[in-house]
């Protein structure tokens, strides 16, 4: 199944171990693309020394066997297999923190971007015209080989909406190309969520504008082998990061996607709470007993889909988890009617006392939840 690989010619500093320039590839199911992408870019990358990092998400199809075979032959080859966690923001995030280079690249193991472009970038680094240089889809010389309608559209109103949300001014903030110095990148890194996929858009709203950047147009090629890593959630997750950039990170994305989808809780608890009562004619206690399991069930397989998707609980997990889900959401309702009634007793305000218990009840299932049900192991 290997191909014989021959490694290419040591430069002076690749000799002393020195790259110059550290390539980071988050990987999920990519086992048929990475030896593709070692071979393009040792053609592309011969006057630059370079290493290539291979992040994987802990691949079924056993992506990370490939690159560690790579590895073997080549010690420009690394690769970090990841159990237990995913994201394509994570993955890119500890690739270029485990980076030994000035430079760091980010380019998908796809081969949809155009990794020619990469010497290019490096001199613009270099040569200080540019702290970032990002490979945009939205300038003059750009060409799409393997952009679909839907996606292009889709990803046009999502740069539409980062751009005046958050100010941004580059004019493709969702790019997964993209060149960056390490040291800008480190001095950032404590502001970054680990969850999402656009971990551009992320780096460009936490510099506020303070990051020299030059964007260069790319051709964008057409998928080769593999499945696409983004999935039916990527919007909401979206929405998450414009929000917790919004809040200049006060509100983690992690706990605004968990407060959406508890929001989207209640919208069930009371369907639940209608259907029970105008259709079964059930008495109103066990109406909203309920209403409260399925709003219960489904807030947890929501946030195991979403929230948490990178701790995903699987197997028997789910059911320890969603059990331990129950009683910490059966605590957070005491909570929450505890602080309501304390608010009411000192301000008979109804909705600020509902306001102030219901934001108690959330902070303490988020809270707990992290804690007991996808706790890191």
Not at 285 to 305: D, E, K, R
């Amino acid at each position: 199944m290997y191909d014989a690989i021959k490694p290419g010619p040591e430069t002076p500093s690749q000799a002393a171990g020195l790259p110059q320039l550290s390539v980071v590839v988050p990987t999920f199911n990519e086992r048929d693309n990475v030896t593709v992408l070692y071979r393009r870019l040792d053609a592309t990358l011969k006057d630059v020394a370079w290493e290539v990092i291979f992040v994987d998400d802990n691949s079924p199809d056993g992506t990370w066997d490939v690159v560690r075979h790579l590895a073997s032959q080549d010690s420009r080859v690394r690769c970090i297999r990841r159990i237990g966690r995913r994201g394509l923001s994570g993955a890119c995030i500890e690739g270029i923190l485990a980076s030994s280079a000035p430079y760091a690249a980010v380019i998908d193991a796809d081969l949809q971007h155009d990794e020619t472009q990469l010497p290019k970038m490096v001199g613009l680094l270099q040569s200080g015209e540019a702290e970032l240089v990002v490979g945009s889809r939205y300038i003059e010389g750009y060409r799409a080989d393997g952009f679909n309608k839907s996606r292009a559209g889709a990803s046009a109103f999502a740069t539409e909406i980062a751009q005046r949300a958050l100010k941004v001014e580059i004019a493709d903030p969702m790019s997964g190309f993209f060149m960056i110095r390490r040291d800008r990148f480190e001095q950032l890194a404590p502001q970054l969520s680990t969850q999402g996929f656009k971990i551009l858009l992320d780096v460009v709203a936490t510099a506020h504008g303070k990051l020299r950047t030059v964007e260069i147009p790319y051709t964008f090629g057409a998928r080769q082998h593999g499945e696409s890593k983004l999935d039916s959630m990527v919007a909401l997750d979206f929405l998450g990061l414009v929000l917790a950039k919004l809040t200049h990170d006060v509100i983690s994305l992690r706990f605004l996607l968990f407060a959406m989808v508890g929001a989207l809780g209640l919208v069930v608890h009371l369907t639940t709470l209608f259907i029970a009562l105008e259709v079964f004619g059930a008495p109103f206690p066990q109406a909203q007993a309920t209403g409260a399991i399925v709003a219960m069930t489904s807030n947890f397989i929501l946030n195991n889909f979403l929230t948490y998707r990178d701790q995903r609980l699987k197997g028997f997990a789910i059911v320890r988890g969603l059990l331990l889900f129950y009683l910490v959401c059966g605590v957070g309702l005491l909570a929450n009617v505890g602080v309501a009634f304390s608010v009411y007793d000192q301000e008979p305000i109804w909705w600020l006392a509902g306001a102030a218990g219901a934001l108690m009840g959330v902070v303490w299932n988020y809270a707990m939840s992290g804690l007991f049900v996808w706790r890191k192991r």
